[in-house]
C-alpha cells in the first residue's frame, strides 16, 4: 500500500501537522540512515525538464557550520544535527545537458542518440536564457528539492528547519561553490527538537482555513 491512512486521512497530513520549523535543537543525532533516505528523497524530486539544475551538501563538520553561521540570527546553522545546502547551478551549459541526456538514454535502456530531439531542444532553449534567468530557474527547482525534504523528514519523525536566512557569499565562498559553478540557494537544517526549551514546540500551527486558501472552479 503506498500511503498508509489513519481515519481516512493519509498519514502524511499528520506527520505535516507534527512538524514545524524548529528553532532550538537537542543534542541528538540524526542517523545517518534517515539522512541517507531524506536524500534520496530529494534526489527523486521531479524538475523542469528533469535535469537537476542544483546540487546538495550534507554537512556536519563543526568548524565549517560554525564559520557558515557567522552573522546569522540562525543558530540552527550550527546547532543542529546535520545541514543541508541546496546549491544551484550559475549556468546550464551544453556540455551538461548533453551528459544529462546521455545518462538518460543509459538508464531507460535506449539507443545512443534516441533523446536527440530531446537534447537539441534543451541545448537550444537554454542557449538563450541569460545567466540570471539561469539562476532564478536553478533555484526555483532546488526549493522544489526543500519541499520534498520537508515532507521526507516529518514522515521519518525527523525535525527540520528551512532557512533563507544565512549569507549566500559566505557560503559560496567557504564551501567552494563559485569554482564549481555552484550558488547556495536555500539551506535546511536536520535534528532533533529541544521541547523544554524550544518556544515554539508547544504551539499551535496558523495557517489559512482551507476555503480562504485553496479555490475550487468545477
Ligand atoms: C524558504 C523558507 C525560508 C525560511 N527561512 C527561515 C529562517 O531563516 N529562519 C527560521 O527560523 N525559519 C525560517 N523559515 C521557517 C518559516 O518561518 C516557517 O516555515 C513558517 O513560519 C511556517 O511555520 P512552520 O514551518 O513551523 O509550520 C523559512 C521557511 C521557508 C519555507
Redo the contacts with the bound molecule.
Keep these: 500500500m503506498p500511503f498508509q491512512f489513519i481515519n481516512n486521512k493519509m498519514e502524511l497530513i499528520k506527520n505535516l501537522k507534527w ?3 524548529v ?1 532550538k535543537y537537542s543534542e541528538k543525532k540524526v542517523s545517518e540512515d534517515k539522512v541517507d533516505q531524506i536524500v534520496e528523497a530529494i534526489n527523486l524530486t521531479a524538475s523542469s525538464c528533469g535535469i537537476q539544475p542544483y546540487r546538495l551538501f550534507v554537512i556536519t563538520n563543526p568548524e565549517v557550520r560554525k564559520r557558515l553561521g557567522e552573522g546569522s ?2 543558530a ?1 546553522l550550527h546547532a543542529s544535527s546535520h545541514l543541508l545546502v541546496f546549491a544551484g547551478f550559475n549556468e546550464i551549459t551544453s556540455e551538461y545537458i548533453f551528459d544529462y541526456v546521455e545518462m538518460m538514454e543509459d538508464q531507460r535502456n535506449l539507443e545512443k542518440g534516441a533523446l536527440n530531439e530531446l537534447k537539441d531542444m534543451l541545448i537550444e532553449y537554454f542557449s538563450v536564457q541569460t545567466p540570471g534567468q539561469n539562476v532564478i530557474w536553478s533555484d526555483k527547482q532546488a ?1 522544489i528539492g ?1 519541499g520534498t525534504a520537508l515532507i521526507a523528514a516529518a514522515e521519518l519523525k525527523v525535525d527540520a ?6 549569507d549566500p557569499k559566505l557560503f559560496n565562498e567557504v564551501l567552494g561553490l563559485s569554482e564549481k559553478g555552484l550558488h547556495a540557494s ?1 539551506i535546511l537544517s536536520l535534528g532533533y527538537r529541544d521541547e523544554a526549551n524550544d518556544f ?1 514546540a508547544s504551539m499551535p ?3 489559512l482555513p482551507i476555503n480562504e486558501f485553496s479555490f475550487r472552479i468545477s
Design positions: 512538524r514545524y520549523a528553532k540570527f540562525n540552527q526549493y526543500l528547519t528551512p532557512m533563507e536566512g544565512f536555500v515554539l500551527k496558523a495557517r
